[in-house]
């Protein structure tokens, strides 16, 4: 009877050593990629919120006052005779027009705000 047990006096592991530093490195340079783009991707969704809300501000400030004014002149025209009702009705549309683009800003404004919620990956609360 022969009984042989291998002694591993010289065997070190160096290969899964060196396949467990790999790995490491691999998901050290996954970590950091992931790192960069929450990074772009907070900077973007931040930047669009900015975006939206001057578009907002831009319009409660210059373009639904204009928008008004000029729906109303037109109808005072109209009232006094100066225009036909064609303009006036057109004004009003046009005004009408503003404030659901006007609302669509601020539909944009929530969708932004959203995406920046989510690209931090916590609710904000003001």
């Given at each position: 009877m022969n009984i042989s047990a291998g002694n591993p006096i010289f065997y070190q592991h160096q290969g899964e050593i060196g396949q467990?530093?790999?790995?490491?490195?691999?998901?050290?340079?996954?970590?950091?990629?992931l790192?960069?783009?929450?990074g772009a991707d907070i900077?973007?969704?931040?930047?669009?919120?900015?975006?939206a809300r001057a578009n907002i501000f831009k319009y409660q400030r210059e373009?639904?006052?204009?928008?008004?004014?000029?729906?109303k002149q037109a109808r005072r025209r109209y009232q006094i005779g100066k225009t036909d009702i064609s303009?006036?009705?057109?004004?009003?549309?046009?005004?009408?027009?503003?404030?659901?683009?006007?609302?669509?800003?601020?539909?944009?404004?929530?969708?932004?705000?959203a995406d920046l919620e989510k690209a931090?990956?916590?609710?904000?609360?003001l």
């Open positions: 467990a530093k790999a790995t490491w490195l691999q998901d050290f340079d996954q970590i950091k990629q790192q960069w783009q929450i900077v973007t969704a931040y930047e669009a919120v900015a975006a373009v639904i006052p204009q928008a008004a004014l000029a729906a303009t006036a009705i057109l004004a009003r549309q046009q005004y009408q027009q503003t404030l659901s683009s006007y609302f669509d800003a601020v539909v944009a404004y929530q969708n932004a705000w931090i990956g916590v609710p904000i609360r």
